[in-house]
């Protein structure tokens, strides 16, 4: 869980992190305990979720030094704007009782707004205020059109991303541009855990088919980041370090693939 993969600006990031996506306050502070207490060490939370001050709490209160854990929180569709997510950002912290963040993203590419607020994460990172800034839900196109302005280049990009949803373009691109791709709904929500072919390669290595996901994730660069309120599924999620897929696996797992979303496309978002 400790493994880590290295920015374009040096900071190291965790391969394997919890996502905390919409749990509730109350819940989110048992969810992260329990996560931190098995090992994690990467949280991704945004101020979406509204859960920012249960995650920090949590992290205070494991008595893990701050600086051993990878926090990214993100800033939300009606936050952004320059002064806006300059603001926006001070608030999250605020809740998070951090003093800096590890990684600050743009949560969605809002048409109009994301070059502004791009300005603020940089602003915000030449600060010293965030280790590293990104970017979510970006496609390649508006990574081109972000990267025409932009002074730094995003670190990373946070996508949805499962079997059903390979994301090869953008992948492809991020490669290429030395952008970290993250995976968000790496399970597809846990819709197709029953696909054959999934539970064909999780029989030959005596895992599940979630492990044989969230390893397929590592073993293609992609940082993976599962959502799990339950301590039995955040261990087994956690346990996939200890096996390897071949590439044939890879290539099966790859061909599962329809291009089909959970979420919204970027384009098609009602901003
Ligand atoms: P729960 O929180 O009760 O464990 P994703 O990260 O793809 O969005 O998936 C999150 C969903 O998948 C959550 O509803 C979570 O439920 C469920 N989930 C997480 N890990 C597993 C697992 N190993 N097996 C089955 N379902 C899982």
Redesign the pocket.
Known sequence: LTTTTTLHNGVEIPVFGL?V?KIPEQEVYDSVTSALALGYRHIDTASFYENEEGVGKAIKDSDIPRNDIFVTTKVWNDEQGYDETLQAFERSLKRLEFDYVDLYLIHWPVPGKYKETWKALEKLYKDGKVRAIGVSNFLPHHLESLMEDAEIKPMANQIEL?PQLTQVETRNYCKQHNIKVEA???????NY?DDPILNEIANKHNK?P??VILRWNVQSEIIT??????TL?QK??ADVFDFELTNEEVQKIDSININKRIGQHPDHFKY
């Open positions: 996502g996506y499962h968000w709904s790496p399970l597809g929500r846990a855990l599940t979630a492990q980041i599962p959502k799990s309120v339950n599924r087994e999620n």
